[in-house]
């Protein structure tokens, strides 16, 4: 029995299973889905669990190359849900770019991780690296 790290089989089977260069994503409640790429929704209720919290959790044992957001997610959230969204990632690099591109990056992704967020665009993309 695992007493440590990710406890939720299906996220441990879906990190085993993402090589170098392949892409994970990390969405809130709101995102769409893809019938092709593997999903494992762990929303709960409103805001359970949040995006950073899953990303801290995958985080500690999974090497992230880049991040990938939708440029929106600058514009319309606080300054301060912005700074501690960055102040997570650290120096991983950040790529912004339009919502709707981001969208077209998702089919290629190994997988999707679907939580109970509800801050707006604040849906990622990690590369491994």
């Known amino acids: 029995m695992l007493k440590h790290g990710i406890l939720n089989p299906a996220i441990n ?18 995102f ?22 899953v990303f801290q959790a995958i985080q500690a044992n999974f ?3 880049k991040i990938v957001m939708a440029e929106e997610f600058r514009q319309v959230n606080e300054l301060s849900t912005v700074r501690s969204f960055e102040q997570c990632f650290g120096d991983i690099p950040v790529v912004l770019e339009p919502h709707k591109q981001f969208k077209q990056r998702v089919p290629a992704a ?9 801050v707006p665009y604040a849906n990622m993309i990690l590369e491994s690296a």
């Open 13 to 30: 089977s879906l990190l085993s299973r993402v090589r170098h260069t392949n892409t994970l994503v990390i969405a809130d409640r709101g």
């Open 32 to 53: 769409s889905s893809w019938s092709q790429i593997e999903t494992v929704d762990i929303s709960l209720v409103d805001d359970i669990p949040r995006i950073l919290a």
């Open 63 to 65: 090497v992230i190359g």
């Open 110 to 118: 190994s997988g999707l991780i679907r939580t109970g967020d509800t």
